[in-house]
């Protein structure tokens, strides 16, 4: 067994982690998205000490009443190595106070260096393992197995991009009528977890898309795993488009939300009304 696998029977399934936090805590995933602009409008540096007092003051606002928090990796990577020792510190501090974490990495490679990847984000005991870290099957769904298959070992989960928020990924993920793109990676998905109850391989399906995933048959409600569904709040949709994007898959969807909320910062107070109003808008 690697010794990335060897802590798998202490941590409860991540689906059965998930279920439990959207029961106690409601839906809603907050994205924790330290942009520059953001960071000024706290009135913090656009430096590593600015990104970290951001990011704890978040976790601390948000985590008792969000499902989950999504850091967005890029926004950390470029402070460089204070930035990632930034994310670090935020996904401990969120282990901690039993907050689930989702790595917003976006990452996918070719077998042998996805295997770095998935032990980087998912290995035990790794300093930036985080609860779940969303995937890009660009490369093909099979390339991503070492990541399903560690993340199945130590109860995380994955988020594979399926139907994402923004316009060009039609381009892309649209191609090939009623044999899709994100119609093949949306079966895998719900073929992995087959069986179990529920399973740990998610979707990422922006709640942008308007009625794609049914026009492209996506069979979201029988995927038996989560839905991450960016694209509330800043992008523009709301409960409306959450509706008519997911239908009867909507009770499987963890609509996320970042700028839109951050916004409402820096008083704590405000920050977690925030995320509270838009987790019971979208319910
Ligand atoms: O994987 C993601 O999280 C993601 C997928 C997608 O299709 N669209 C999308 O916006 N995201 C991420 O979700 C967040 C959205 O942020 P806001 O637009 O500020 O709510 C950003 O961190 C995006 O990178």
Not at 69 to 78: G, M
Not at 167 to 194: C, L, T, W
Request: include cysteine; hydrophobic fraction near 50%; charge should be negative.
């Amino acid at each position: 067994m690697p010794p990335e696998a060897g802590a798998a029977a202490s941590r409860a399934p991540f689906g059965e982690r998930l279920a439990a936090a959207r029961a106690a805590k409601g839906s809603l995933c907050v994205g924790i998205d330290p942009h520059p602009a953001l960071l000024g409008a706290w009135g913090l540096d656009d430096s590593p000490s600015g990104l970290e007092r951001f990011s704890l003051a978040v976790l601390d606002a948000v985590g008792p009443v969000a499902a989950a928090v999504k850091p967005q990796v890029a926004l950390y990577e470029r402070h460089g190595a204070r930035g990632l020792a930034v994310l670090e510190a935020l996904l401990a501090h969120a282990a901690e106070a039993g907050v689930l974490t989702i790595a917003d990495a976006k990452r996918g490679d070719i077998g042998s260096t996805m295997q770095a990847y998935a032990e980087a984000w998912l290995g035990e005991g790794r300093p930036l393992a985080a609860d779940a870290v969303t995937l890009n099957p660009y490369l093909g769904f099979e390339s991503l197995r070492p990541a399903i298959d560690l993340a199945a070992a130590t109860g995380r989960g994955v988020f594979v991009l399926a139907l994402t928020s923004n316009p060009e990924g039609r381009s892309v993920q649209h191609v090939g009528g009623d044999a899709s793109v994100a119609r093949s990676i949306a079966h895998a998905a719900a073929a992995e977890n087959a069986g179990s109850a529920p399973g740990h391989v998610g979707l990422v399906v922006g709640a942008t898309i308007g009625d794609a995933a049914q026009r492209l048959g996506l069979g979201l409600a029988s995927l038996n795993g989560p839905i991450l569904a960016p694209g509330v709040g800043a992008q523009g949709a709301g409960p409306e488009e959450l509706g008519a994007a997911f239908g009867d898959a909507l009770p499987f969807v963890l609509p996320t939300s970042s700028r839109a909320i951050l916004a409402a910062g820096p008083a704590p107070g405000n920050l977690r009304a925030a995320a509270e109003r838009t987790r019971d808008e979208l319910a």
